[in-house]
């Protein structure tokens, strides 16, 4: 069991329940247990988890019984129907008592979405919680050489390029590789892009919200969100792994973006060791709560699991800033299309 | 009981200031939904109230509030009566007393009740006190928190004064830090109501119509009102706020508090059960959260000495 969730759990009053208990995780009174299941596939494996916790929930200690799903590549909409549909067969007695949680690479769900306790739960579990992702991570080396292009910053060294990115060398020398011709190989054994990497670039849009872990939380007063106060409180809170991405970081490299408004605050969320600390969020708005709908969602945090977060910071300032890719990434993901072409565009004529 | 139609607070606001002698504007000021609703008229739009609470001010100003009353009805002011208690006199128990309510001499458009501000700083339920009017004796309420609402004051176009929103969330949150029984004597749409529910929710209420710059400022405003107005009880006071809040929403009467929302300050808005406790979690961390530090912190000085 992973030892950061298990942290997560312990600060709720969970422990694991050891050999012969009722589940993965009890509370110290036997009332409310916990079961996690990893990688569920599809809807006959997500039912028999769901029937395997209504036993155990057929207790009369046990007031509510939780399921923690962790990196399933179901929808959100396909798990709320098979939980639907599950729930309907069971006793209502056994069914007021289960509970469920996803925490993987998508938007978060929880089921009742409603209920306070849970949504804290879930955002604990994956402030703690983030898997690292099974493939090397296959865009990494594209985007830091996509960053440097797009700011004019010239070639890096492959040594360097490893220590950013945090991959070996074979596995960076497969992605150069991968790249082909727009790949520059200076003697120095240093490397730079030559144009833009469309081909690569289109692949990573296709791929993004399976590469790129994010979190969607809406304002759960239902008031629209004060994007400028945000801002504020961020500043304030300094939370110097946290960079201001999407909308508000394209203006703030491009003072000409062209849009009214803001759809959404993105941030980028530095997680080195894979951990995404999401405690600053509480802070930064007590309101937010977790929710699976990232296009109607107040803030969206994007967890970013590499070494090197390339964000800035001006020195007269507190608030930090993600790099133009992840911005464009945003952009693209608002399907801001013709605002991301501009951006790069800008980036570029300003180097 | 008739049902209250809805009514503009601006308007209502607005005619009271013009009903009112000029010279009168300085010695009270209007608390409850209407000020609360003049406050936010743009957010809130029409509320359902006629009641004009006017607090006499400053404390302990019971002759104060005499003249007031016996000004208006020489000018006309109408005097109606709170249930069924007749004028009493000098011997009748405060609790038989009527309140001084008024409709003003040309139209029912509202009634005002007059209240007076506590003396000192004692704790406990505050007696109403005796006045005589022409037809016998009245009674003026006081509570034992409503000194707070004389602080941070705001004024109207038009010279009206009211109090500020924040005060008079400190001034609910602090008086119902155990949550009582009482029930009111006035259903809310059609429902009986726990006292404590109604404002408890008008809090929460306030704190939903508050922009959050604005609510950023209502922990250091509640810290400066204390210390004015409770300067030895303070950090008792302060480190205790959020009690009564915190009890209500693990109660089943928070249930009452989202009725009284939905058909008070929150008409029309579609605000939910969800949405008002994760309003209190805002109050909770943002604002209560630094003030109990505050009162904790000041009594722990205090003991250690």
């Known amino acids: ?351 | 009981m008739k049902e209250a139609i809805a009514v503009d607070p601006v308007a209502i606001l607005r005619t009271l200031a013009s009903d009112l002698p000029l010279d009168l504007h300085d010695q009270v000021f209007v608390i409850g939904s209407l000020a609360a609703a003049g406050h936010h008229a743009k957010e809130v739009g029409r509320v359902k109230t006629k009641d004009a609470d006017l607090v006499v001010y400053p404390s302990g100003n019971t002759s104060g509030a005499q003249q007031i009353a016996l000004r208006l009805l020489g000018l006309g002011w109408r005097p109606t009566r709170t249930g069924n208690f007749p004028p009493g006199n000098v011997a009748t128990p405060a609790k038989d007393l009527p309140a001084i309510r008024l409709y003003p001499p040309q139209h029912d458009d509202y009634f005002v009740e007059l209240l007076i501000l506590p003396e000192g700083e004692q704790a406990g339920t505050k007696d109403w006190l005796h006045v005589e009017l022409d037809d016998g004796w009245y009674g003026l309420p006081s509570f034992e928190f409503l000194a707070l609402t004389e602080c941070h004051r705001q004024r109207l176009v038009g010279g009206l004064q009211y109090a500020h929103p924040s005060m008079m969330a400190l001034a609910n949150l602090l008086s119902h830090r155990v949550l009582g029984d009482e029930i009111m004597s006035s259903p809310v749409a059609g429902r009986p109501i726990r006292r404590h529910a109604k404002d408890l929710g008008r809090v929460l209420a306030l704190v939903y119509l508050e922009p959050r710059p604005e609510l950023d400022l209502w922990a250091d405003r509640w810290l400066e009102a204390l210390k004015d107005k409770f300067p030895s009880r303070w950090p008792e006071l302060a480190s205790s706020v959020g009690e009564g809040l915190r009890a209500l929403l693990v109660a089943p009467t928070f249930e009452e508090s989202v009725h009284c929302c939905a058909e008070g300050l929150l008409v029309g808005k579609g605000v939910s059960e969800a949405a008002l406790r994760a309003i209190a979690k805002v109050l909770l961390a943002d604002v209560i959260a630094s003030v109990e530090q505050a009162g904790h912190r000041k009594a722990s000085r205090v003991s250690v000495i």
């Open chain 1, 1 to 351: 069991m992973n030892a950061a969730l298990t942290a997560a759990l312990e600060e709720l009053g969970f422990g694991p329940s050891g050999k012969g208990g009722r589940a993965d995780f009890e509370s110290p009174d036997g009332q409310m247990i916990t079961e996690v299941k990893a990688n569920v596939a599809g809807a006959r494996d997500l039912h028999a988890a769901i029937m395997e916790l209504a036993v155990r929930a057929n207790s009369g200690l046990v007031s509510r019984a939780i399921l923690l799903i962790l990196n399933t590549k179901m929808s959100n909409d396909g798990l709320r129907r098979v939980w639907d549909a599950s729930l309907s067969v069971l006793r209502p007695e056994i069914a007021s008592r289960m509970h469920l949680i996803t925490s993987g690479e998508g938007p978060q769900l929880v089921l009742p979405s409603t209920d306070h306790s849970l949504n804290e739960m879930a955002r604990r579990v994956a402030t703690r919680w983030v898997e690292r992702q099974r493939a090397p991570r296959p865009f990494e080396v594209m985007k830091i050489l996509l960053n440097r292009w797009l700011l004019g910053r010239g070639p890096i060294a492959i040594n360097e390029l490893q220590e950013q990115t945090g991959l070996s060398y074979p596995t960076v020398a497969v992605r150069l590789d991968e790249l082909g011709d727009i790949v520059e190989r200076r003697s120095n054994r240093s490397v730079l892009l030559r144009n833009f990497p469309q081909k690569s670039w289109s692949e990573l849009l296709i791929t993004a919200s399976r590469v790129r872990p994010s979190m969607a939380f809406e304002d759960a007063t239902g008031r629209p969100p004060e994007f400028s106060y945000l801002l504020k409180r961020l500043a304030r809170l300094r939370p110097d792994h946290v960079g201001i991405s999407g909308v508000a970081g394209a203006r703030h490299w491009q003072p000409s973006f062209d849009l009214d408004g803001m759809p959404r605050l993105d941030l980028v969320v530095h997680a080195p060791d894979g951990a995404a600390d999401l405690d600053f969020i509480t802070r930064l708005d007590p309101a937010l709560s977790p929710t699976d709908k990232p296009y109607t969602a107040a803030i969206v945090v994007h967890v970013l699991p590499r070494p090197a977060s390339l964000f800035t910071a001006e020195s007269d300032s507190a608030t930090v800033w993600a790099d133009p890719v992840e911005i464009l990434l945003d952009l693209h993901e608002l399907r801001l299309v013709e605002q991301a072409d501009a951006f790069i565009r800008y980036i570029r004529a300003s180097q």
